[in-house]
């Protein structure tokens, strides 16, 4: 057990890299998919659940924390990983691009911002400093600074103000964290599809030390290829010995590509919004279970998957479960969902371990190229 935060890099392949960060609540096997649990929660699981699937670590939002229950109350009930029955690493986000897509009436400007609920038309104030004390109360063990996150595509200019402005928030974010030994702040890049901007924004973010760092303003309506070309650009740029975190991302190809590109940690809906609505990850790609010509196919999901998605049902029930609008359906095929995603990055880290991410890489889009039996 340590009482420090550290990342150690085990092996590379490519630019692919194979770590772990260590911190007083855990370690964290990189490259790591986190699962989001928002409100506390990752929706229509057991802690216990995402915890056997092989998740060293989830997410938690400060926006959403911040309006409900509220930071004081869970610091008052023992911090998030008592509420929430998660004893391991948690990381938040700062609340600032939840505010941005969330919020009502929200003015930005050098200070903070500020907003109204989304849920009781409240009025509150989120600073930098702000941000890292309900992080705090949250007893987060990664926390991010504030940032403002533009959508693309944008202007040139307004790309440069927002970065700029992240990179200000920035010093402020860590000046206010100050020196937690067993946690960490992570420095977030900006620059939207700008090259000599996310360079701008990796060099200065690297120049601040932060003890990890997130790469934002990306997976926000851009294609693949404009993320791949922005990852490409900006990885080389940070720290080999820090961890790299790449905000909302992805589809298991996004993250294949990512990882290729150097990245480490990622979080995504993805896999838990999509399973409340009926579409399942597989390994041979995507399978609409809503779609009606699963109405009388009594074949498991995936024959080879021990998930009780697969293993306890056809696909006709968890098709009629999904028509029904049974609570069940959402609570199995966010569990597959979450087993394939693990089971992806526990591919990737072996791949790397063993120098042969590229062949993994291939035969993994070989196998979702093949499509639904
Ligand atoms: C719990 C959700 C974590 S990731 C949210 C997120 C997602 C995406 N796509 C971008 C950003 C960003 O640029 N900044 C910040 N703070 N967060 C972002």
Known sequence: MTEKFTFTLHATDGMARRGTVSMPRGDIRTPAFMPVGTAGTVKAMYPGQVREL?????????????????????????GLHVFANWPHPILTDSGGFQVMSL???????????????????????????????????????????????????SSEAEI??????????????????????????FGIVQGGDVPRLRIASAEALRDMDFKGYSIGGLAVGEPQHVMLEILSITTPVLPAEKPRYLMGVGTPD???????????MFDCVMPTRAGRHGLAFTRFGKVNLKNARHAEDHRPLDEASDCPASRDYSRAYLHHLFKANETLAAMLLTWNNLAYYQQLMAGIR?????????DFRLATKAGWARGDI
């Open 103 to 153: 919020a009502q009436l929200r003015k930005l400007d050098e200070n903070g911002v500020t907003f109204q609920s989304h849920i009781d038309g409240r009025r509150y104030e989120l600073t930098p400093e702000r941000s890292i004390e309900i992080q705090g109360l949250l007893d987060s063990d990664i926390q991010m600074q504030l940032d403002e996150c533009v959508a693309l595509p």
């Open 160 to 185: 440069e103000r927002a970065m700029r402005l992240s990179l200000r928030w920035a010093e402020r974010s860590k000046a206010a964290f100050g020196e937690q030994p067993g946690k960490a702040v």
């Open 54 to 78: 092989g998740s060293d670590i989830i997410l938690g939002n400060t926006y959403h924390l911040m309006l409900r229950p509220g930071a004081e109350r869970v610091a008052k009930l023992g």
């Open 350 to 358: 072996g791949a790397i371990d063993e120098r042969r991410f590229e």
């Open 254 to 264: 996004d993250i294949l590509e990512s990882v290729a590109r150097g990245v480490d």
